[in-house]
């Protein structure tokens, strides 16, 4: 319970953390002079892009208001990185843009875990099939079918965790992460379900039993 005590001890907090880092490669005639932090809410899937500015020697420095811990991405052209800040803190990340599978080095006070949430491989459901599931699974089978695959992956997330001795802020972080991921894909079902009801009066099997069903799972 302790680590879930950290978290919550962090959420009465209101600061701005820094983000700064060196993007190696990087020279102002590649042709872009800016990245992005794609901060937002999880439960309401709104985002708050955040632009970050890169100097020509390849710097770069940004920002966040926040007043929660932050589990996200930034973005250059061509190379994508994760990482985790908590209120009031800086980071600092060097980035090869140059070799896609050189590790993003961190140094700050999140560091550890940083590099402990990158050595992880989260599986998220397959949303390249959810429009095609929406229109042709019924609730009850893709409940069913989905909720196996969550099961699995989850399985799968405790064995990488075992394997090696990781900090209970990164052990929490990936599992609300897995939990979270999973979650917002039963809803989008709901959604994408509820647009092709629209398009098509006749479809059986409609949303309320699924809800509920759900709704006593959770």
């Known amino acids: 319970m302790k680590q ?17 880092g060196y993007l190696r490669g990087y020279h102002p005639e590649i042709g872009f002079s800016t990245g992005m932090i794609y901060a937002g809410n999880e439960l309401t899937r709104e985002d708050y892009p955040l632009v970050v500015t890169i100097h020509p020697d390849g710097r770069f420095e940004v920002d966040l208001p926040m007043n929660y811990p932050l589990y996200t991405y930034l973005a250059f052209q061509g190379r994508t990185s994760t990482f985790y800040i908590e209120p009031g803190q800086s980071l600092a990340m060097i980035i090869d843009r140059n070799d896609a599978n050189a590790p993003t080095r961190f140094l700050g ?3 550890r875990i940083n590099s402990e ?16 599931k929406a229109k042709n699974v019924t609730p ?16 799968e ?4 965790l075992s394997s090696r001795k990781f900090t209970p ?11 979270l991921d999973h979650a917002a894909y039963m809803f989008d079902y709901v959604s994408y379900r509820k647009y092709q ?12 039993r699924f809800m509920i069903s759900y709704t006593n799972y959770l």
């Open 109 to 111: 006070p999140t560091a």
């Open 4 to 20: 879930y005590r950290y978290f919550i001890a962090l959420l009465l907090l209101l600061d701005t953390s820094r983000v700064i």
């Open 169 to 179: 802020q990164t052990r929490t972080i990936v599992r609300n992460e897995l939990a």
């Open 117 to 132: 949430l990158a050595s992880i491989q989260v599986k998220s459901p397959p949303y390249s099939e959810l429009m095609e």
């Open 157 to 160: 997330l405790e064995r990488q």
């Open 140 to 155: 009850d089978e893709f409940k069913r079918s989905h909720l196996a695959t969550w099961k699995a992956n989850s399985e």
């Open 197 to 208: 009801q629209q398009q098509n009066p006749k479809m059986r099997h409609w949303i309320p």
